[in-house]
């Protein structure tokens, strides 16, 4: 097991002290995983005068903890993809543990509090750690007038209700950053900015029905959380039935549409059906797919079916984005 401890004032910095505990050098702006310790990158980028971003894709063949002391004016914007039987996130004493059930995690945290990470090996992580300095985040999202936002945000600490939903076009900007090549730098801060600007207005909103939520238990939060995990999974099968995600949550179903709705602004297959209609809107703006391969790979066996959804949920039809994408 590999210890990393560290003060987080800047990714060169601590890039440096992950060099050094897998016994090698950067290269440049990149580490590459030695063989020993696993493959894959961890990569600095200069997103602006003001923030600094930690870009990674790594499968490591040896546990990793890595443990941030308190310290400096930062807040760390957190967008994860895991894949691992085992995961450990501590804030102070607080062990958050649903991290596991969820692969993709986007969130936030402070530097208020002490924080541990512990990855088991075999884990493959990939995802972007970006640095908010607290006088960006009061110049830029006008923190003197929402100051009250961010404080509770923060003191919720590890509450699950506080992770961004992450839908297709999220996951999207994330492949993207992650991608291996010479990309130029402002195709990297262009998608790093998106992905922050997407958080926030997120955070904003949520922050306006606070007062509804907060009456809500942590359990309760977090059977939500996994239920929502459960019908976006896998957004081309069907998802499981009230019933049966009732069932899952251990709670009643009407308990269930209500918690689901309260947390996530919609009932569940009203959730999963936007999140479908926007796979279907990536497909088909690809290019690489005819309108009756999306509503197939989807799930619709009757075509005049996706189409009405397609044009509820957007109000238009498959066949205008299809000609529009042409042009």
């Known amino acids: 097991m590999i210890y990393i401890n560290y003060k ?8 440096q002290q992950i060099a050094a505990s897998f016994h090698t050098t950067l290269e440049g702006n990149t580490l ?4 020993a310790f ?9 997103v602006n005068e003001e923030i600094e971003a930690l870009v990674y894709n790594v499968n490591v063949k040896k546990d990793l903890v890595f443990k941030r002391e308190r310290n400096g004016a930062f807040y760390t914007l957190v967008f994860d993809v895991l894949e691992a039987t085992d995961f450990i996130f501590k804030i102070d004493n607080d062990t958050l543990d649903d991290v596991g059930q969820r692969t993709t995690a986007l969130y936030l945290t402070s530097f208020l509090y002490d924080i541990e990470y512990v990855l088991y ?8 750690r970006i640095l908010l300095p607290e006088k960006w985040m ?5 923190l003197s007038a929402n100051e009250n936002v961010l404080e ?7 509450a699950g209700i506080w992770y961004r939903p992450v839908d297709d076009e999220l996951k999207s900007l994330l492949d993207d950053v992650v991608s291996p090549g010479d990309t130029p730098l402002l195709f990297y801060q262009n998608k790093i900015m998106h992905i922050i ?13 606070l007062s509804t939520k907060s009456g809500i238990s942590k359990t309760d939060i977090e059977a939500a959380q996994k239920i929502e995990s459960i019908i976006t999974d896998d957004i081309t099968a069907i998802p499981p039935t009230i019933k049966e995600l009732a069932r899952e949550a251990a709670m009643s179903e009407s308990k269930l549409k209500k918690i689901f709705k309260i947390v996530y602004g919609q009932p569940p297959y009203e959730y999963f059906q ?9 497909l088909l703006l690809s290019g690489n797919y005819a309108i009756k391969d999306v509503g197939y790979t989807l799930g619709y066996a009757n075509l005049s079916n996706f189409t009405l959804a397609f044009k509820k949920e957007f109000g238009k039809l498959p066949s205008d984005v299809v000609r529009k994408g042409a042009k």
């Open 121 to 128: 090996k075999n884990a493959n992580l990939k995802g972007i």
């Open 197 to 209: 600007e997407s958080f926030f207005s997120w955070l904003y909103d949520e922050m306006k029905v």
């Open 32 to 35: 590459q995983v030695p063989e």
């Open 152 to 158: 509770k945000y923060i003191n919720l600490k590890t």
């Open 138 to 142: 009061q110049k830029y999202l006008q």
């Open 274 to 282: 936007k999140h479908r209609m926007q796979k279907a809107m990536q």
């Open 38 to 46: 696993g493959t894959g990158f961890f990569k600095v980028l200069q």
């Open 8 to 15: 987080l004032n800047s990714y060169t910095d601590f890039l």
